[in-house]
């Protein structure tokens, strides 16, 4: 496994994880590797939160909480009740199963392990084969521009639910964040056979990663095909505040938007059913286009879903 | 509540805490304070662990675990079992309630409190009206001298589980450790009517709290009586290595030793009934003794002894 995959998939939070989920069940560990959005993570009671690593390591353990979308399966709170009562801050929600990671997180990289590392043993501990890398070793801290003011991403995400009105992002740290270094290693690869931009939040979820300097010209030049999987499907979101947020920066709430939004990197996208109307126009901005069912209900509609990514990537 | 207090307990582990209860109870909050040893704090997982704190704490508020003497009632460990499947560290057993006091007091350390800031706040949370002081702000860690070389406490205590043959103890820090503030201030006071000694091991529980310069001297000079309640029972402690470090001293493992032990600044001695016989030897040690039931079963036993000392202190 230390040769360089076939394919990477670049992936933010519930949506991505879900995809990504059915990408790992169809390919081998040493084909499949993730990159993974770290802007949204923070520090809180001390402990490092990587709230993307995380949604995405429990969902390829098969240990995530399948009704919430993030956190473990069979959590509990206990941990949480009793912060309440002295007086601690509860406004993120941290289970009992959940707060080991963030403390065993915390005291490697205190110890001196990149998140990188911290991240390949944690994921290998819980039985994951394929490499989950963050985007940067280095901190990048997502800040939401709102009526009231910037705003730091959890904050406005979970705190706020989101209310705020939004006019823009900043990605702090961005600027000085070098690539992970096996990112560079991947898509300079020749082994490399496509990359899959997840159904991911393009605003918090995409584009942190993207701001990563040379990395969105990387996708632009890299010899294998680029993807996105329409994070829309009929104008909506699956979940969370992807078209809140396109509605208060006035952008269309389209997939075709989100296409032409990545066009620049993109060779190919792919299309929910309910859009193929809008097939057309993005394959006038230059992208070749798979229609197919993108809502991922079922474990055989993820897999179904990476199949028809990695048809798409084939045609490339 | 600014005013001093009439009575100091002085106290250790699980022993201690009992007595401190049966004092708490018979004892308004501004008439009784507790000065705790700290000598067993450790940084563990990251997380600033206080156990002797604790097992007062969780005591006095009542929801501590009655089976173990240590840790929460109706605690979890849901947090212990995600530890272990991550490969994190699991000898120190931390339930998902218990976390929650070491999360927010790392936290509150962090942010600048004092550890008797931060205590006094968290035990006011809890509903603990009594004050509860460390010995001292400044970190004192007791060693033990083993035949396997010099151990961490909580290594040899819980690791360990006192397995080590021990030849001494050192407490690193304590040359540099200034006595809490309050402590001065109270054993200064006027107001002050009398000290007690709780049943707590004097090798690791005492002994450390009497390791930080002045604090034997002035419990030896303070005007009020100082007493201690014997933690031997007819040759045998409760519960704790006591007398197996007793052996391993080459130190009679006698109520008698322990009272001799203590006397350059003690003026009264509690014995259990089945003790009696020791009395005279005690008294020529300059002691008054008050022999009495000393087996703290029920809360009666606690609130009885807690009687019995008060009592003796009133003799004085």
Same mark, same amino acid.
């Given at each position: ?35 993974? *959005? ?14 993307? =690593? ?19 399966? #069979?959590?509990?709170? @206990? ?7 002295? #007086?601690?801050?509860?406004?993120? @929600?941290?289970?009992? /199963?959940?707060?080991?990671?963030? &403390? ?22 819980? #039985?994951?084969?394929?490499?989950? $890398? ?10 939401? @521009? ?7 991403? @959890? ?16 990605? +702090? ?11 560079? /290693? ?8 496509? =990359? &899959? ?9 995409? !584009? ?17 095909? =680029? ?5 829309? &499907? #009929?104008?909506?979101?699956? /979940? ?7 509605? +208060? ?8 938007? =989100? ?7 993109? !060779? ?21 286009? *798979? $229609?197919?069912?993108?809502?991922? $209900? ?19």
């Amino acid at each position: 496994m230390t040769g360089s995959p076939a394919y990477l998939a670049i992936t933010g939070g519930i949506g991505g994880a879900k995809l990504s989920l059915g990408l790992a069940k169809i390919l081998a560990a040493e084909e499949l590797a993730f990159i993974v *959005n770290t802007g949204d993570d923070f520090k809180h009671l001390n402990l490092h939160i990587s709230p993307d =690593v995380d949604t995405l390591v429990y969902t390829l353990a098969g240990v995530n909480n399948p009704e919430t979308g993030w956190g473990r399966d #069979g959590e509990s709170w @206990q941990f949480m009740a009793a912060m309440e009562a002295l #007086g601690g801050e509860t406004w993120f @929600q941290l289970g009992d /199963k959940d707060l080991a990671m963030h &403390i065993e997180r915390t005291c490697r990289l205190q110890a001196g392990q990149t998140l990188t590392e911290a991240t390949g043993e944690l994921s290998k501990s819980l #039985g994951i084969g394929h490499r989950i $890398v963050p985007m940067s070793d280095d901190p990048v801290h997502t800040r939401v @521009q709102t009526s009231g003011g910037l705003m730091d991403f @959890q904050h406005y995400f979970v705190r706020e639910q989101c209310a705020p009105k939004v006019s823009g992002f900043e990605f +702090e740290g961005a600027g000085n964040a070098a690539i992970n270094p096996e990112i560079v /290693k991947w898509l300079n690869s020749e082994d490399l056979a496509g =990359v &899959i931009i997840c159904p991911s939040n393009p605003f918090v979820s995409i !584009d942190p990663i993207l701001s990563i300097p040379g990395l969105r010209e990387k996708l632009r030049d890299c010899k294998a095909p =680029v993807i996105a999987v329409s994070p829309l &499907i #009929g104008g909506e979101a699956i /979940k969370g505040p992807t078209v809140k947020i396109m509605n +208060e920066l006035n952008v269309p709430t389209t997939a075709c938007w =989100v296409a032409q939004y990545y066009a620049d990197f993109l !060779d190919g996208f792919v299309l929910d059913n309910v859009d193929r109307a809008s097939k057309p126009e993005i394959e006038v901005a230059g992208l070749q286009v *798979n $229609v197919t069912n993108t809502v991922m $209900v079922t474990l055989d509609d993820r897999m179904q879903l990476a199949r028809d990514c990695l048809a798409l990537l084939s045609k490339l």
